[in-house]
């Protein structure tokens, strides 16, 4: 019914940069939140900022200053602006957004897309 699509993830050095987005397809429910979580092997995933239909953000501690959600309604896609990497920063980064229908709101997540930060 719905898929959602993360491009932008590579190998970049401590300090650089990255944008990474994620794109919506299939079939037009309503979008509510949408979030970037990202995951390293052996621990849960984490989420990493979260941005409501209305533009309003929360970051986790460990990203805020560096990183920056955004969305673009009229694409249906959320990006995620990431700057002064660092190697801590290394994991699969997931897309995860809420659509409306059923009556409900259901999260759906994408298939991740890997960030390495080399020191």
């Known amino acids: 019914q719905v898929q959602l699509a993360e491009s932008g993830g590579g190998l970049v050095q401590a300090g650089e940069s990255l944008r990474l987005s994620c794109a919506s397809s299939g079939r037009a429910f309503r979008i509510g939140d949408m979030a970037w979580y990202r995951q390293t092997p052996g621990n849960r995933r984490e989420l990493v900022a979260m941005?409501?239909?209305?533009?309003?953000?929360n970051y986790a501690g460990f990203v805020k200053g560096r990183f920056t959600i955004s969305r673009d309604n009229a694409k249906n896609t959320v990006y995620l602006q990431m700057s002064s990497l660092k190697p801590e920063d290394t994991a699969v980064y997931y897309c995860n957004a809420e659509f409306m229908y059923g009556g409900s709101w259901n999260p759906h997540w994408g298939q991740g897309t890997q960030v390495t930060v080399s020191s």
């Open positions: 941005i409501t239909s209305g533009g309003r953000t």
